[in-house]
């Protein structure tokens, strides 16, 4: 029942969004004529830095993916799915719905399965850059439900706030994060901050690569979570991109080890505009 809590948030989500439907169809009629440019997917996995940059707008965005971690501390290894479902109705806002509805965890010896926490937010733009000139947006979280599945080393947040950026620079492309979280400990609330930089470059046939440091403190442990992820991605097509690698705590109380591995996929049919 409480893994399906999380799905059932996704699709009460997207019937909010839906009625944008009849009022974006409207406002198309009197736009021009001219075939815009096919949509792309604007991955926000694997990394833990997320684009400052939206999804196309009309278009509903899936990113799934697969974490198995190791020597965190809550936990001796996990092994969870995540979802995260995107949807921009302008080209100034998006919304989100991020869940992770399964995870396989390991305390001590002890092993269950449980959901974590299911959260919705938005993200706003706030300039939109070009080239070397970034885009710089905003967001918000809050969770709506609190899992129990036991926490890695970032911890879980009731509240975030996120100040993004993203550029082009010389043929890299970087996205950086300053966040801000409200974490829990019953009865017990304490303000979380974390910076992440992500740097990456694309590589022949439809390869790329993706390097990230990133910083969060440990309010309730009294230190830092510090890591270094590597990933690579495929672009299938404009549609569907598919990742993998790994993430190096750096420090003692940093989860150890981490492998991913996921996919994100636009959806090719918009739920108003022009269709493909």
């Known amino acids: 029942m409480q893994s399906r809590f999380g799905w059932l948030?996704?699709?009460?989500?997207?019937?909010?969004?839906y009625p944008l439907r009849v009022h974006a169809q409207t406002a198309s009629q009197s736009a021009s004529t001219v075939t815009p440019e096919a949509p792309q997917a604007n991955p926000g996995r694997p990394t833990v830095s997320t684009p400052a940059t939206l999804t196309p707008v009309g278009y509903l965005q899936f990113e799934t993916g697969m974490l198995s971690a190791w020597r965190s501390p809550e936990v001796s290894s996990q092994t969870s799915l995540g979802e995260v479902?995107?949807?921009s109705p302008s080209r100034w806002i998006e919304f989100l719905a991020s869940s992770q509805p399964f995870a396989y965890s390991n305390v001590n010896g002890t092993t269950g399965t449980a959901p974590g926490d299911t959260s919705l937010g938005a993200q706003a733009v706030l300039h939109h850059g070009e080239g070397a000139i970034p885009t710089v947006s905003a967001s918000y979280f809050r969770r709506v439900y609190s899992g129990?599945?036991?926490?890695?080393?970032?911890?879980?947040?009731?509240?975030?706030?996120?100040?993004?950026?993203?550029?082009?620079?010389?043929?890299?492309?970087?996205d950086t994060n300053f966040i801000f979280n409200e974490q829990e400990n019953p009865p017990v609330r304490r303000a979380q901050f974390g910076q992440t930089l992500s740097v990456s470059h694309p590589l022949p046939r439809n390869f790329g690569i993706s390097g990230e440091i990133?910083?969060?403190?440990?309010?309730?442990?009294?230190?830092?979570?510090?890591?270094?992820?590597?990933?690579?991605?495929?672009n299938v097509n404009r549609d569907?991109?598919?990742d993998?690698?790994?993430?190096?705590?750096?420090?003692?109380?940093?989860?150890?080890?981490?492998?991913?591995?996921?996919?994100?996929?636009?959806l090719p049919h918009a739920l108003f505009g022009h269709n493909r």
């Not at 996704?10 to 969004?17: A, G, P, T, Y």
Request: hydrophobic share 50%.
């Open 9 to 17: 948030l996704w699709m009460i989500c997207l019937l909010v969004l």
């Open 214 to 234: 990133w910083r969060f403190t440990q309010p309730f442990l009294h230190g830092n979570a510090v890591g270094n992820l590597w990933a690579i991605n495929y």
């Open 85 to 87: 479902i995107k949807f």
């Open 240 to 242: 569907l991109v598919f």
């Open 148 to 174: 129990s599945a036991p926490n890695l080393d970032i911890g879980s947040a009731v509240n975030s706030v996120l100040v993004l950026a993203s550029a082009d620079v010389h043929g890299f492309h970087y």
């Open 244 to 266: 993998g690698g790994f993430d190096h705590g750096l420090t003692s109380t940093s989860t150890h080890w981490e492998v991913f591995t996921g996919f994100t996929y636009l």
